[in-house]
Structure formats: structure tokens, C-alpha cells
Nanobody, 128 residues
Framework: QVQLVESGGGWVHPGGSLRLACTPS????????MAWFRQAPGKEREFVVA????????TYASFAKGRFTISKDRAKNTVYLQMNGLNPEDTAIYSC?????????????????????WGQGTQVTVSS
């Protein structure tokens, strides 16, 4: 099972930015899908964004469009989540996830059960 390690979380004022990073323990193969989810206190885990490692498919949650950007650096075997214009509602634990089996279609990428590997998460706090 691939291991995922997140980094880059922290505390920022409203309107600030953070860039999260996710590094798998093994090279992410072309069939992998990498994703970010988040979970705020008292709420269910929710989808943020997913991207196929071959670059063919990317999908964002509505709240993330225009503010968050997923990217990858294959040389570093790292996936990033750039978050701009953060607001207090973005406060959550952000977790990296990977689908390493099969080839899920676009409509499945928002679902927690699509992913078979998870990082332990990194805390993002947005407050005054």
C-alpha cells in the first residue's frame, strides 16, 4: 500500500494563502488519481479536488474553483494544492488521497470510496 505524507499546513489570516504538498512513498503511476479532501470539526470529509497523474482528468469542488489549484511535479513525485483567498470556512484537516487500483471514471473521483490510500492530514487554520 502506498504511503502518503502531507505537509504545508498552518495558520493564516483570512485572505491568505497556503500551499500543501503530498508525497507518495512510491512513484505515482500513470493510472493513479491523486486527490485532496478536507474535514472540519463536526462535518463529514468532503472532496476538494482530484487529478489523474497522466493529466487527462481534473475536477474541483465548487468552493475550490478559482481559489485552489492542484498541480504535480513528477520529478519530485509530489502533488501540490495551492490555496488562495482562504477564509475561516476553509479551516479543516486537509488529507491527500490516492486511487492506485483500476482506472476510475471522472464521475467517481469525488467519492471517498474511490481512494485506497490516505495520508494522515495536515491542519489548515484560517482566522483573525
Amino acid at each position: 500500500q502506498v504511503q502518503l505524507v502531507e505537509s504545508g499546513g498552518g495558520w493564516v489570516h483570512p485572505g491568505g494563502s497556503l500551499r500543501l504538498a503530498c508525497t507518495p512513498s512510491e512513484r505515482a503511476r500513470s493510472n493513479y488519481v491523486m486527490a485532496w479532501f478536507r474535514q472540519a470539526p463536526g462535518k463529514e470529509r468532503e472532496f476538494v479536488v482530484a487529478m489523474s497523474m497522466n493529466g487527462a482528468r481534473t475536477t474541483y469542488a465548487s468552493f475550490a474553483k478559482g481559489r485552489f489549484t492542484i498541480s504535480k511535479d513528477r520529478a519530485k513525485n509530489t502533488v501540490y494544492l495551492q490555496m488562495n483567498g482562504l477564509n475561516p470556512e476553509d479551516t479543516a484537516i486537509y488529507s491527500c488521497a490516492a486511487s492506485t487500483l483500476g482506472n476510475p471514471i471522472l464521475s467517481m473521483l469525488r467519492l471517498v470510496d474511490t481512494y485506497d490510500s490516505w495520508g494522515q492530514g495536515t491542519q489548515v487554520t484560517v482566522s483573525s
